[in-house]
């Protein structure tokens, strides 16, 4: 079993930062591709970012691309998203998710995930 846990969320102003942080509870922190999703009020949890298990490849949205940046350090079997530039369209609740895989891609689909968080909400104002 994985757990996971996120924080770094909270409020900010637009054009403001965050950077999350999900941690990881598990023995080879390596065999997992990682991702984050978010879901805002009345709408389906949706793909942001996604890493690879040795960090050296990375896929984002098209509506954060340029602006988040998703990082790994095996070593502290920890994901993040940095988070820059935000708009008030980024307030959402952020979920971070594994997958087991011994690939070296990432993944869009949340179907393809194995675990997730909590969630960490980050709201974003004018």
């Known amino acids: 079993q994985v757990q996971l846990v996120e924080s770094g969320g909270g409020l900010v102003q637009a054009g403001g930062s965050l950077r999350l942080s999900c941690a990881a509870s598990?023995?080879?922190?390596?065999?997992?591709?990682m991702g984050w999703f978010r879901q805002a009020p009345g709408k389906e949890r949706e793909f942001v970012a996604a890493?690879?298990?040795?960090?050296?490849?990375?896929d984002y949205s098209d509506s954060v691309k340029g602006r988040f940046t998703i990082s790994r350090d095996n070593a502290k079997n920890t994901v993040y998203l940095q988070m820059n530039s935000l708009k008030l369209e980024d307030t959402a609740v952020y979920y971070c998710?594994?997958?087991?895989?011994?690939?070296?891609?990432?993944?869009?689909?949340?179907?393809?995930?194995?675990?997730w968080g909590q969630g960490t909400q980050v709201t974003v104002s004018s």
């Open positions: 598990v023995r080879t922190f390596s065999n997992y591709a």
């Open positions: 998710g594994a997958k087991n895989t011994y690939g070296s891609f990432w993944y869009r689909r949340r179907s393809e995930y194995d675990y």
């Open positions: 890493i690879n298990r040795n960090g050296g490849s990375t």
